[in-house]
């Protein structure tokens, strides 16, 4: 099992650029597929940025060009950089992570992870 601590969100202004911080901890935590979900209120959640253990990576495509996903050495800590923000990121960000050794790459890995952190709020004002 993974344990998975969120960190990071605030509010900014459109245009602006926060980074979220998921720890991740726990028995082979570097063998996880992980994710950055996001959900705003009367919205479905929707997956924000995947990458597997191949390190392949998926972008929702209202993201494209301003997030990135990548993770820190020994892969106990996920990043979600974002730039450019938008009034419509706002949301509760979440990490997520299937696994351990998870063999599905990110074209194929659905949108029900096991494993979720508590969440960060992200807003942007105009």
């Known amino acids: 099992q993974v344990r998975l601590v969120e960190s990071g969100g605030g509010s900014v202004q459109a245009a602006g650029s926060l980074k979220l911080s998921c720890v991740v901890s726990?028995?082979?935590?570097?063998?996880?597929?992980m994710a950055w979900f996001r959900q705003a209120p009367g919205k479905e959640r929707e997956a924000v940025a995947k990458i597997d253990r191949y390190g392949n990576i998926y972008y929702v495509d209202s993201v494209k060009g301003r997030f990135t996903i990548a993770q820190g050495n020994a892969k106990s800590t996920l990043y979600l950089q974002m730039n450019n923000l938008k009034p419509e990121d706002t949301a509760m960000y979440y990490c997520?992570?299937?696994?351990?050794?998870?063999?599905?790459?990110?074209?194929?890995?659905?949108?029900?992870?096991?494993?979720w952190g508590q969440g960060t709020q992200v807003t942007v004002s105009s």
């Open positions: 997520a992570a299937d696994g351990p050794f998870c063999g599905v790459r990110v074209s194929i890995w659905g949108d029900s992870p096991t494993y």
């Open positions: 726990g028995r082979d935590a570097d063998t996880y597929c």
